[in-house]
Each structure stands twice: as structure tokens, then as C-alpha cells.
């Protein structure tokens, strides 16, 4: 099994570029990965990589020793999901990604119910709203709130999920009621724009008589955690776009209103992202069909009060 163990840490260090992030994704120190990797090199007889104190780049042996390993490792993972009894004894670790509001919300608190059903079962679960490479960054599953045009992966459809623009009160009073998305642009409203290293210039899609239409807002306040515009919002700094079930508690005590309201956003949905193969592991179909029921339930309550 050491060999196998060599293998997948030559696949996460040579994906992730950094013996130190291969490391923690595997959750050993850097020096044993170093360690498995030129033990991998010495059985090999080639090098692998050229390291040094400031770069790490794959060789050209290590570029095609990739592919095959990458097969050897699917297979692997296949083989053992195939014997493993999925209702008596279901076990190993899955690898979550989801963004952060729908992680705090809707993912995290039923992770401990899974976990009793499942004892022998670990959950990794990673909150952020940056994109997240579901391939390079070793995730079995990912949840994903947007449209998806077009993916290699495999797409599962959790939930539609309807949009709304709203704004504190106190906002509204300082800065006038905008009736619709034009009054967003041309009257400079504060927008809270979710924004994150890379992210192109922000732009709203809202709905107008004559179909859907992207306009470009702005404002001064802008962050990579949805939660963080919410609570400016609260404070009344701005005018924010957020999933319905996030905001509407705060919608029904009044502490935000609807703004923009002859232009509504879009809706959105949320997806399930998997790699196919993956979802040929019983785990992984257990957590997404266990979560699903769950967030739609949560989603459900949320809106409805």
C-alpha cells in the first residue's frame, strides 16, 4: 500500500505545483511527502521533478508517469468502492467544496447527522467563494450556486433557487428607493459586489420588459465572502444581491426591504459537481443524495418562514 500511498501523493504534489500544499491536502508533513516522492523516484529510476528552494517543476518522465498514474489510481479507487458493503460498512473520507453562505447554512450543520449515520465515513469540508477546481484540487464533491453553461463534469440539479436586490431601510432613506436596474446605474448606487482575485468586471443580470440584461454597477464596498455584504447591507452601506433563502429572515422583520423590484435578478440554481468517475463511489452518491433532501428542506423552511 506504501506504493499506491507514493503514487497518490506524485498526483496531488504534481496537480497542486507545491510539496507543501500536496502535503497538507494528504495531511502528512512536507517531509514525508518529499520522502515519497524520492522513494518514487529511486523504484522509478528517473527523476520525477526539478526542485529547488523556490520552484518545483515536473520533469518530462514525471509528465507522463502522470497520465498512467492517474489511471492506476482510478482504478484503484473503483476497485475498492465496488467490495465495499454501501449498507452495512460504507466508509473512507469525501472531500466537500461548497460556497461559504451555503456551507454555514445549508451543508455544515447536517454534516454531524451524516456523520452518526455513517460513522466509519469523514467529511472534508472546505468553504469558499472563489471557484474552486473540482480536478486539481482533489474534490469529490462540489456545490455550486450559478448558472452552469457548460461543464465536462457530472451536473446534478439540487434546487432553483430565486434571486432578490435589497437594502437596509436606512439605506433607502439616505439614497432614495431605485425602481429598477437603470436607477442602479444612473443614479450611482453603493452596490456590495461579490468579488474575488480574478473575477471580471461585476456586472448584474436582471430581468426588464424586453428579457434578461446585464448591467454594470458599482460601488465602494466589495468582498469574497457573501456573508460580509449581507452585514454591510444590514448596515445599511449599500444595496446587495442575494439568494432569496439567505436574506429572508431579514426580509420578513423588516430589516431589509426589496429594492429594484420592476427588474428582478435572475434566478439561480444549485448544483452538485462531481467527476464521473467519482460518482461511481457509493459514498460520494450517499453524501450528495443525503445533502440534497436536506438542503431543499432547509431552503424550503427558510423562505417560507
Known amino acids: 500500500m506504501s506504493y499506491v500511498n507514493n503514487i497518490r501523493m506524485f498526483v496531488r504534489v504534481y496537480e497542486l505545483g507545491n510539496m507543501s500544499a500536496a502535503a497538507r491536502d494528504q495531511r502528512t508533513s512536507p517531509a514525508v511527502a518529499s520522502a515519497r516522492i524520492s522513494e518514487l523516484e529511486k523504484h522509478l529510476g528517473v527523476r520525477l521533478f526539478n526542485r529547488t ?72 469540508l472546505r468553504l469558499s467563494d472563489r471557484v474552486i477546481d473540482v480536478v486539481a484540487e482533489g474534490i469529490d464533491v462540489a456545490f455550486h450556486l450559478g448558472i452552469l453553461e457548460d461543464s465536462t463534469l457530472k451536473v446534478r440539479l439540487i434546487a432553483e433557487c430565486p434571486r432578490i436586490l435589497c437594502a437596509a431601510p436606512a439605506y433607502i432613506a439616505r439614497r432614495g428607493m431605485p425602481g429598477d436596474g437603470t436607477a442602479l446605474v444612473v443614479d450611482g448606487h453603493d452596490c456590495l459586489n461579490l468579488r474575488f482575485p480574478g473575477a471580471k468586471e461585476f456586472q448584474w443580470t436582471l430581468i426588464t420588459a424586453d428579457g434578461p440584461r446585464r448591467f454594470e454597477i458599482a460601488g465602494p464596498f466589495e468582498s469574497d465572502d457573501g456573508d460580509v455584504l449581507t452585514g454591510w447591507a444590514l448596515d445599511g452601506r449599500g444595496i446587495v444581491l442575494k439568494p432569496l433563502f439567505e436574506v429572508a429572515e431579514y426580509l420578513r422583520d423588516g430589516r431589509l426591504v426589496p429594492v429594484a423590484t420592476a427588474t428582478p435578478p435572475r434566478p439561480t440554481q444549485l448544483s452538485s459537481l462531481s467527476q464521473h468517475r467519482r460518482l461511481k463511489d457509493p459514498k460520494v452518491r450517499m453524501f450528495t443524495d443525503f445533502m440534497a433532501t436536506r438542503i431543499r428542506d432547509a431552503m424550503r423552511r427558510a423562505t417560507e418562514g
Do not use: M, W
Not at 60 to 73: K, M, Q, S, T
Not at 115 to 124: M, S, T
Open 53 to 124: 528552494t523556490r520552484s518545483l517543476q515536473a520533469t518530462e518522465n514525471g509528465r507522463i508517469f502522470y497520465d498512467g498514474a492517474r489511471r492506476v489510481l482510478e482504478a484503484i479507487d473503483e476497485a475498492e468502492a465496488a467490495v465495499v458493503d454501501v449498507t452495512q460498512n460504507p466508509r473512507g473520507t469525501i472531500h466537500v467544496a461548497t460556497p461559504l453562505g451555503i456551507g454555514r447554512r445549508l451543508i455544515a450543520p447536517h454534516v454531524p447527522a451524516f456523520k452518526e449515520l455513517y460513522p466509519d465515513i469523514d467529511v472534508r
